[in-house]
């Protein structure tokens, strides 16, 4: 269980932009929950998962995972419990490495490295394996550098390197946002099927409503540093992409957008 108790997060301290976007924040991601998140630019989606994996500083509050504070944690030291997929595809794979090498590098996340081969070539059957759980085809192109692939590619093998070793969370950073419409819709089949054979739990934010309807089983919305609607699975399967498109315009409304 993922718990964020008491989170304050301030933006330019002591300066003339200063901005408190979370004030005494509190959330609790139970275990085994594909939450969609979704909002508007600036409320709160993308440092909520900045937060959690240590990537920015917090002023005050806790962050907890089971009964541990992992809040002063290193974001290397969280990502050994974390796998994350993120909007860009060449972020988290290194382009110039084939996708053998990218594998063995997110199989060995939170091991000490030596002078030893970073490669185990007896290794490569499980990564095929793991592959081919994607249907396309990656796990023949086992010798081939990653930045020849698509962008769609890369986006499935991050995918599958992200949870590789095992991890209690998978933080998905609006990670169809790049992609053309046909391969948004492969890579979001996918992460739901990647999440339920791995029984993770799983954070996605998405500016894609449908997404957000028809995945995972709860769902929020943020405004403001704050949570606005919080729906549970029951709550979820009898919304239509219009009920939350209303309430996300009528909020842009207020917000004079």
């Not at 969609?36 to 630019?41: A, D, F, L, R």
């Not at 998962?49 to 974001?75: A, Q, T, Y």
Request: with cysteine; aromatic share 6%.
């Amino acid at each position: 269980m993922l718990e964020l108790k008491n989170i304050t997060k301030i933006y330019n301290p002591g300066q003339v932009t200063e901005m408190c976007l979370f004030d005494k924040f509190n959330l609790t991601v139970d275990e085994g929950q594909f939450v969609s998140i979704v909002g508007s630019n600036g409320s709160g989606k993308t440092s909520l998962l900045n937060i959690i994996c240590g990537s920015i500083p917090i002023e005050g509050g806790e962050v907890l995972v089971g009964s541990k504070d992992i809040g002063k944690m290193k974001d290397f030291q969280r990502y050994r419990s974390i796998g994350r997929v993120y909007q860009n595809p060449s972020v988290g794979t290194c382009p110039n490495l084939t996708m053998l090498e990218n594998m063995s590098l997110a199989d060995n996340k939170g091991k000490t490295f030596g002078l030893s081969f970073g490669i185990n070539r007896a290794r490569e059957n499980f990564y095929k394996e793991q592959l081919s759980i994607l249907g396309l085809g990656l796990e023949n192109k086992m010798d081939v550098k990653l930045g020849a692939l698509s962008g769609g590619q890369r986006q499935a093998a991050s995918l599958i390197m992200s949870t590789l070793t095992p991890v209690e969370f998978l933080i998905l950073d609006e990670h169809t946002a790049a992609l053309d419409p046909k391969t948004a819709e492969i890579i979001m089949d996918l992460t739901e099927r990647v999440v339920k054979e791995k029984n993770l739990t799983a954070m996605m934010v998405t500016h894609n409503l449908r997404y957000a309807v028809e995945y995972g089983n709860r769902l929020i919305m943020m405004d403001k540093g704050g949570v606005v609607m919080d729906l549970s699975e029951e709550e979820k399967s009898a919304l239509k992409v219009q009920d939350i498109l209303d309430v996300f315009t009528s909020i842009s409304i207020e917000c004079g957008n």
